[in-house]
C-alpha cells in the first residue's frame, strides 16, 4: 500500500488554510474557509461536541484516514480502468466529506462519481470511456489537493496541525 506522501503527492506546494480554532469564530465565515468547509455543515457538527468534546475531532481524524484509503483505492482503480469502482470510491468519499462539510472535496468526488457513470453533469451529456478516464484523472489531482486544504483546515481548528 502507498504512504500518505505518494497518496496525495503534492502536499508541501500548498499553503496552510483556514485560522478558526475557537468555535466562536464559526461565525466569521472568510472566503478562504467557506470555499473549503461549507460552515453550515460544520456549524452543526460542532454542535455535537457539546455531549462529546471530541466528537468533531475524532471525526475529522477517522476522516483523514479513511480519505488516504480512498485515495490508495481510487489510484488504483484508475490504473485498471475499473470506472464502475472508481464511481463507486467517489461516492463513498463524497458523503464522508459532506458529513465534515468538505465542500469542495465533496463536488470534485461527485464528479468522479459521475465521470465513473459516463456522465459529464456540468455538460449535461454521456462520456466514452477514454474521456471519462481522462477526466477523472485530472479530477482526482484536483481532489486530493482539495483533500490537503481541507485537512489542513481542520487540523488548524482543532489545534493538531
Known amino acids: 500500500m502507498q504512504d500518505d506522501e505518494d497518496v496525495l503527492d503534492n502536499e508541501d506546494e500548498l499553503d496552510d488554510k483556514g485560522e478558526s480554532d475557537d468555535e466562536d469564530e464559526l461565525d466569521d465565515e472568510d472566503e478562504e474557509s467557506s470555499e473549503i468547509v461549507d460552515m453550515d455543515v460544520f456549524s452543526q457538527l460542532i454542535e455535537l461536541d457539546e455531549?462529546?468534546?471530541?466528537?468533531?475531532?475524532e471525526m475529522a481524524e477517522q476522516y483523514f484516514s479513511q480519505a488516504?484509503?480512498?485515495?490508495?483505492?481510487?489510484?488504483e482503480a484508475l490504473l485498471d480502468k475499473d470506472l464502475k469502482e472508481l464511481s463507486s470510491l467517489g461516492h463513498f468519499l463524497k458523503g464522508s466529506s459532506a458529513a465534515l462539510g468538505l465542500s469542495k472535496v465533496q463536488k470534485s468526488c461527485e464528479k468522479i462519481q459521475n465521470y465513473g457513470n459516463l456522465r459529464d453533469e456540468d455538460a449535461d451529456r454521456s462520456l466514452v470511456e477514454h474521456?471519462?478516464?481522462?477526466?477523472?484523472?485530472?479530477?482526482?489531482?484536483?481532489v486530493k489537493k482539495e483533500y490537503i486544504e481541507?485537512?489542513?483546515w481542520l487540523k488548524n481548528y482543532h489545534n493538531t496541525a
Open 51 to 57: 455531549d462529546d468534546p471530541d466528537f468533531s475531532k
Open 68 to 75: 488516504i484509503a480512498t485515495f490508495g483505492k481510487l489510484d
Open 131 to 142: 474521456e471519462a478516464l481522462k477526466l477523472i484523472t485530472k479530477t482526482l489531482a484536483r
Open 150 to 152: 481541507a485537512e489542513k
